[in-house]
């Protein structure tokens, strides 16, 4: 049964730092590419952040600089670390499998839902003073 598991949200204020994990079991970790996606009230679930099986890289362009994506395949562990956090980063963060089928396309073409196979239950993460 394939699961992912989020943790590490919670509330900080503006310009501080969290660092998200996800905790992927029923598949092989290192045969995946994995996501971190959020949604914002009333907004569309976006891609933040996706790393490949060979750790390329790609974030979208209002967490670029700021965000930083890893994969410690021996620990099972996909992690978002996030610094400089604003109000507007404010949503619930999912980790994400995207589908082995789509490792032909670019990466950033591939952070995107129509891409992913299997959702976390999703984690909060509040930016506010």
């Known amino acids: 049964q394939v699961q992912l598991v989020e943790s590490g949200g919670g509330l900080v204020q503006p310009g501080g730092s969290l660092r998200l994990s996800c905790a992927p079991s029923?598949?092989?970790?290192?045969?995946?590419?994995i996501g971190w996606f959020r949604q914002a009230p009333g907004k569309e679930r976006e891609g933040v952040s996706c790393?490949?099986?060979?750790?390329?890289?790609y974030y979208n362009e209002p967490v670029k600089g700021r965000f930083t994506i890893s994969r410690d395949n021996a620990k099972n562990t996909v992690y978002l670390q996030m610094n400089g956090l604003k109000p507007d980063d404010t949503a619930v963060y999912y980790c994400a499998r995207i589908e082995a089928r789509w490792d032909f396309v670019p990466l950033q073409d591939r952070c995107v839902g129509p891409r992913i196979g299997y959702w976390g239950q999703g984690t909060q993460v509040t930016v506010s003073s």
């Open positions: 029923g598949f092989t970790l290192d045969d995946y590419a």
């Open positions: 790393i490949s099986q060979s750790r390329d890289v």
